[in-house]
């Protein structure tokens, strides 16, 4: 028995309905929108919502988003980041449809928010670049001014700490220190224990003890190692050490242990300066090697030097050519 046209019509009916029914090929009236964060993509599967079921099929409106239905799709609506909300405790939209306690460092009252969250700070790179964290009340506060005594240098404008001070300068260089006002001065007749001291060394100065000179340059004082006389305050270097004076004469030298930096006597052994340079002297002093200065700054050769006579031995006894 076949199907009438009205049969076949009716049909045609019951599967639109049937169709409309379960939200296939449905398009809601309530218009596309803008979506910020998500909107219906190609090939993606439809969620069978119209005009009238968006709210139970794609979700309720809130601050931060409300839906649509485009095409049976839900298509969101994201708020502005930093529009205000109060939907889970939040206090503004991140943008991204969630309510959150927070969506920069300046929502917080510890200065530190991390994924909408506040935490407290624990180091300055938790903090906007014009504040620090305060470690112990873990929270971000203002940068110190100039002036201001500081143990950091992201305590301080510019990250400029120095001398403990929040400094108008780096004030880093040799013979450099900042004053308690925090302005960077040179160093004048001075030590500066950061670079020219009892412990640092810099400029001309080879190695402690330093002082800053008339011209704020670092130079070894008395007793410091150097290589040249320009290494030294007193403009002498003698015996390899900054010395009180050129310390030239026979019989004394600058680097006598426990007396550095003083000429004094060399007793009982040589001094190369002046002894064993006065090999063979016509006049006495030592013959030959191994010389040996003696208490009144004299030149005599050791035992076993050679000799011509008593006077060129410190021993006053040459016997055999040989000092005894």
Do not use: W
């Amino acid at each position: 028995m076949g199907i009438g046209a009205n049969g076949l019509r009716s049909l045609v009916r019951l599967a639109a309905l049937a169709a409309a029914a379960a939200g296939i090929g449905g398009a809601c009236s309530s218009g596309s929108g803008s979506a910020t964060s998500a909107s219906a993509g190609a090939g993606a599967a439809p969620s069978g919502c119209t005009a009238d079921t968006v709210k139970t099929v794609c979700g309720a409106d809130a601050t931060c988003r409300k839906y649509g239905c485009t095409a049976g799709m839900c298509t969101p609506t994201d708020a502005a980041k930093g529009t205000a909300c109060t939907e889970g405790g939040g206090k503004k939209c991140d943008g991204q449809g969630k309510c959150v306690a927070c969506t920069g460092n300046a929502d917080c009252d510890s200065g530190h928010c991390v994924d909408g969250a506040c935490q407290p700070c624990t180091d300055n790179a938790n903090c906007d670049p014009d504040k620090y964290c305060d470690t112990a009340a873990k929270k971000c506060v203002a940068d110190k001014k100039v002036g201001d005594a500081c143990t950091d240098a992201g305590q301080c404008p510019k990250d400029q700490c120095a001398d403990g001070v929040c400094c108008d300068a780096p004030c880093n260089g040799s013979c450099e220190a900042c004053s308690k006002m925090g302005a960077c001065q040179k160093v004048i007749n001075a030590t500066d224990e950061n670079s020219c001291g009892a412990m640092t060394a810099s400029g001309s100065c080879v190695m402690p003890p330093c002082q800053c000179d008339a011209t704020s340059i670092c130079r070894g004082k008395n007793g410091a190692s150097c290589k040249l006389a320009a290494d030294c305050l007193s403009g002498h270097c003698t015996d390899g050490v900054c010395c009180a004076s050129a310390c030239s004469g026979a019989c004394i030298a600058c680097n006598v242990p426990n007396n550095l930096g003083a000429c004094s006597p060399v007793v009982g052994k040589d001094d190369p300066d002046s002894c064993s340079k006065d090999v063979n002297n016509s006049n006495g002093g030592c013959g030959g090697l191994p010389c040996s200065c003696d208490a009144g700054g004299n030149c005599h050769g050791g035992p076993g030097a050679a000799c011509q006579a008593n006077n060129q031995c410190i021993s006053a006894n040459c016997a055999m050519f040989k000092c005894q």
